[in-house]
């Protein structure tokens, strides 16, 4: 045994204080079968040791660290590269719980399938037992989740994405109130692939798949799928949304949380830069993916972001798109299916470095600039802890989290949407979260230009019956005295000749301005049949070079024709739902056909 496996065996070891816990541990390692088990303890030491181990069994490519010090490299199977929905289940006790937007399968029968997978899968291998904390410590918001897995790319992301070890046993302390979920890589056959869910156990049960949202249980499964099935229950929200901080040159301090559709961009709206024109303006990030939401005391609604890290799409991130992401990946990383330089760095397409005149593409391939196919996966990632964001907020730390002034809901939407409304009141945002959409590209599905109804971001990682989120969100409005205003956003908009109005990324911290201003009742605005908008003199456009009255103007127009074909396209989805579907909504729907 050389010295790094004398290390990593040290970790064996370490026994788990709980007993409930232990015992499924033990309960798991009876049915798999492997023939070490190491328990996570979090440590410094630890870390080192599992990256040292990581590199030796080839799972990992140590990258160069005078470039990018402690980061990694990752190429996953080729056919294991995405979330896949088709094979992700709501095994709630009935069908009617999962709703008609869910995959539902029995839970019994489910799970001893399942079971039934994973006996013996781990023979020859290693468990690791990862306990973690979703959430700062302290708050009562957290929540503690066990990840037993044979994975040691996931043990190494999960170190990154939530905080592991030590101190989600100290969190949990002997209380009985924790996830379990057990992921099995098997052979990661696409045809033998499940992520099915237990939201009244508590359980998930991930098989044949190594990578992201699928294999890391504790982002999409429980943080969004389990934990909103939970917040339903017990009053508060578990939202697909980023959350931000909007500080004026006075220092009031604002905090936004926003859902946009997957693959919109809400990482680089999190970790926005102000335009040079905004002086003494700052904006924080606190999370960019998922918020947990609770009334406070105070009647506000509080919110926590669960994760520690970022797990971003690298392909188009750049120091103009996302100077404060570059600046986070230059250490402590995991890169995952980008391409590998000759120097031992990494590149995407859409990075600031030129195409590298050679390279290895992300399956180990040969790469020069001339290649018919991309360097790195469309979907590839990086794995980055958000202590490393230079505008983190320092509230991203705090138990109590942030009190959220402002909700956004956006898409990625070519035409009828304008840049920026907001909604005339709570019931009337939630209609707007419902209806959203956005346009498919051709990486998301195969067919082009139709928009994709996303209700609040959630359609893919709502946990229970849709129909029954909406009545959730309307239901919520009763327990805070001061709801956030909802606004509407939709950075996408193109003319007549399919170019963009608006410029986006650091520019949209002029849209933050106004939901800043209307959010204390400073900003003005005019009464549209869609909701309030803001009139060109409301709207900072100082220093926006060649961005004139009439831009704006189209940026924020609003065409009666496209309108109702909107509307005849938001009944599919509301036809779908229909049995479920609150009546306040339908009442809104009445309302904008009124208006309009
Ligand atoms: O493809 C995956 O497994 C990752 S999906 C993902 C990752 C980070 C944040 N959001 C998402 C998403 O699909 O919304
Ligand atoms: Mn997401």
Same mark, same amino acid.
């Given at each position: ?98 709703? *008609? $937007?869910?995959?539902? =399968?029995?839970?019994? %029968? ?5 079971? /039934?997978?994973?006996?013996?899968? &781990? ?125 004026? *040159? $006075?220092?009031?301090? =604002?905090?936004?949380? %926003? ?5 919109? /961009?809400?990482?680089?709206?999190? &970790? ?325």
């Amino acid at each position: 045994m050389n010295d790094t496996e004398t290390a990593f065996q040290r970790h064996g070891h370490v026994p788990a204080p709980h007993p409930e816990a232990r015992a499924w541990v033990m309960e798991m390692a009876d049915l798999t079968q492997p023939d070490r088990i190491f328990w996570c303890d979090g440590s410094e030491a630890e870390k080192e040791a599992l990256y040292a181990e990581a590199v030796r069994q080839g799972v990992l490519i140590r990258l160069n660290q005078e470039k990018l010090p402690g980061c990694y490299y990752h190429r996953s199977h080729p056919s294991d590269v995405a979330r896949v929905e088709q094979c992700t289940y709501i095994c709630s006790e009935t069908e009617v719980e999962a709703g *008609p $937007t869910n995959n539902w =399968s029995e839970p019994k %029968a489910m799970r001893s399938r399942l079971l /039934g997978m994973a006996k013996d899968s &781990m023979k020859g291998r290693t468990m690791y037992v990862v306990p973690y904390l979703m959430g700062p410590h302290g708050s009562p918001l957290a929540k503690v989740g066990i990840e037993l897995t044979d994975s040691i790319y996931v043990v190494l992301n999960m170190r990154i994405m939530a905080r592991m070890g030590q101190i989600a046993w100290n969190h949990l302390g002997m209380g009985t109130d924790f996830n379990r979920g057990l992921h099995c890589l098997l052979d990661l056959d696409p045809a033998r692939r499940l992520i099915c869910h237990f939201p009244e156990r508590n359980e998930i049960i991930s098989v044949g798949s190594g990578y992201g949202g699928n294999a890391l249980l504790g982002k999409k499964c429980l943080a969004l799928r389990i934990a909103s099935a939970l917040g339903r229950k017990e009053g508060w929200m578990a939202e697909h949304m980023l959350i931000m901080g909007v500080e004026s *040159p $006075t220092g009031e301090k =604002s905090f936004v949380a %926003a859902a946009f559709p997957s693959q919109c /961009g809400k990482t680089n709206f999190a &970790m926005l830069v102000p335009p040079e024109e905004f002086k003494g303006w700052k904006v924080w990030t606190v999370g960019d993916d998922i918020a947990w939401m609770k009334p406070g005391p105070d009647g506000r609604l509080w919110a926590i972001n669960p994760e520690a890290g970022f797990f971003g799409v690298a392909p188009g991130t750049n120091a103009k798109t996302n100077p404060n992401a570059m600046r986070t990946i230059q250490r402590d990383t995991i890169y995952t299916n980008v391409a590998l330089k000759p120097d031992g760095t990494v590149w995407w397409e859409g990075h600031d470095d030129p195409p590298p005149a050679e390279c290895l593409d992300w399956q180990g391939r040969p790469w020069a600039p001339d290649s018919k196919e991309k360097a790195a996966h469309p979907n590839s990632r990086f794995t980055a802890p958000m202590v490393n964001c230079p505008n983190l907020a320092p509230e991203a730390h705090d138990p109590a989290g942030v009190p959220i002034d402002a909700i956004i809901f956006g898409g990625r939407r070519p035409n009828t949407v304008p840049l920026v409304f907001q909604a005339f009141n709570w019931s009337h945002g939630v209609f707007l979260g419902a209806t959203m959409g956005s346009e498919t590209t051709a990486a998301a599905s195969g067919a082009v230009g139709q928009v994709r109804r996303d209700p609040m971001a959630m359609l893919p990682f709502c946990g229970y019956n849709m129909g029954r989120f909406f009545r959730h969100w309307l239901d919520m409005r009763k327990s805070i005295k001061y709801p956030p205003r909802i606004f509407h956003v939709n950075w996408f908009r193109k003319d007549g000749d399919g170019r963009f109005l608006w410029p986006g990324y650091g520019q949209n911290m002029r849209v933050l301005q106004w939901v800043f201003g209307r959010c204390r009742g400073r900003s003005g605005a005019h009464e549209t049949p869609l909701g309030w908008v803001p009139r060109f003199e409301d709207f900072n456009t100082e220093g926006l070079a060649g961005f004139t009255r009439e831009t704006f103007e189209k940026l924020q127009a609003m065409n009666a024709d496209e309108w109702k074909r909107e509307i005849l396209q938001q009944d599919e989805l509301f036809m779908n739902l229909y049995q479920f579907l609150p009546k306040d909504l339908i009442f809104q729907r009445e309302l904008l056909v009124a208006r309009l």
